[in-house]
């Protein structure tokens, strides 16, 4: 059973506008959450994290926000630039193993 | 300083043949972890390890065998290769902020 659901697979927005990519997860346990970008045929990056006791973390035109009484985190990208287009995963952990979403693929179009 | 560095890129087997999937990184991470990624799956934790001589299971290990001999390595076995094994393999090195290889797209005829 997926315990980190990415329910929209893909997102077009417009350059210079915000982007919202949005994570949900069912595991109580998990204390630590990170956004990952892909660009296809290349291995994931770090983008940003947030650790559990925190509501919100920023870095530049990234914001990752942390609901933890809806098991759900969000991370936005203000403004949205075209080379922001890629695939974005968020992750969960708890100890050692570490939980991926299914990815959304955001489009920004120039 | 290369990072995370895998081999092959690329790689085509036929069912029941084995081979071993490398991984190497410099950056002096204890923690080091294999996964798979499937389209509409995500990616799936395979084997992980914490440091030298320990190795663990992650959600998907299946099929598969590691070995931590080595800070800087950490091989991926495939003992016996299934069509099931299809996928592209990613090696990440850090605990927190994980630093992912290049990957190494598998296929199992």
């Known amino acids: 059973d997926q315990q980190v659901k990415q329910n929209s697979p893909s997102l077009s927005v417009q350059e210079g506008r915000i982007s919202i990519l949005n994570c949900d997860y069912t595991?109580?346990?998990?204390?630590?959450f990170l956004w990952y970008k892909k660009y296809p045929a290349e291995g994931p990056t770090f983008l940003i994290s947030?650790?559990?006791?925190?509501d919100k973390n920023e870095d530049g035109r990234f914001t990752v926000f942390l609901n933890k009484s809806a098991k759900h985190l969000s991370l936005h990208i203000v403004p949205s630039q075209p080379g922001d287009s890629a695939v974005y995963f968020c992750a969960a952990n708890t100890g050692n193993q570490f939980y991926f979403g299914t990815g959304t693929s955001l489009t920004v179009i120039p | 300083n290369a990072g995370v560095t895998q081999t092959p890129k690329f790689q085509v087997l036929k069912t029941g043949q084995s081979m071993t999937l490398q991984c190497a990184q410099d950056?002096?991470?204890?923690?080091m972890s294999w996964y798979r990624q499937d389209p509409g799956m995500g990616l799936r934790l395979i084997h992980y390890?914490?440091?030298?001589?320990?190795?663990d299971q992650g959600e998907v290990p299946n099929g598969y065998n590691v070995s931590r001999s080595t800070t800087e390595d950490f091989p991926l076995r495939l003992l016996s290769a299934a069509p099931s094994q299809t996928s592209v393999y990613f090696c990440?090195?850090?605990?927190?902020?994980?630093?992912f290889g290049p990957g190494t797209r598998l296929t199992v005829t």
């Open positions: 390890s914490v440091g030298a001589g320990i190795t």
């Open positions: 947030i650790s559990s006791i925190k």
């Open positions: 595991n109580s346990m998990f204390d630590y």
């Open positions: 990440a090195t850090g605990l927190r902020e994980q630093y």
């Open positions: 950056m002096n991470h204890e923690y």
